[in-house]
């Protein structure tokens, strides 16, 4: 069993950033992929990024390509989501996922209890 905890979310203007955290406290952290999704108001819950295991491979949705940066730490069980550029419709509640494999796969087995991010224009 894996827990996920996230933190950092909260309120940003538009061009803003933020920084999104993850941290767990499973000894075989750097075992799993880890990524981050997210749910934006009346809409479907979407991939935003994933890191695999070891930290040499990242990718993004189209949506958040070249604004946001994953990455993590395992020596410290910690994952972050570094958000530049906020726009109001990156709006959604983003959840840490994780799972037992090199990357993250559509429908992550493991999942944060969410954080709130909310960009004002």
């Known amino acids: 069993q894996v827990q996920l905890v996230e933190s950092g979310g909260g309120l940003a203007q538009a061009g803003g950033s933020l920084t999104l955290s993850c941290t767990s406290s499973r000894r075989t952290f750097s075992s799993y992929a880890l990524g981050w999704f997210r749910q934006g108001p009346g809409k479907e819950r979407e991939f935003v990024a994933g890191v695999t295991w070891s930290g040499a491979d990242t990718y993004y949705a189209d949506s958040v390509k070249g604004r946001f940066t994953i990455s993590r730490d395992n020596n410290k069980n910690t994952a972050w989501l570094q958000m530049n550029s906020l726009k109001p419709e990156d709006t959604a509640v983003y959840y840490c996922?994780?799972?037992?494999?090199?990357?993250?796969?559509?429908?992550?087995?493991?999942w944060g209890q969410g954080t709130r991010v909310t960009v004002s224009s």
């Open positions: 996922v994780a799972d037992l494999d090199e990357v993250i796969t559509t429908s992550p087995f493991y």
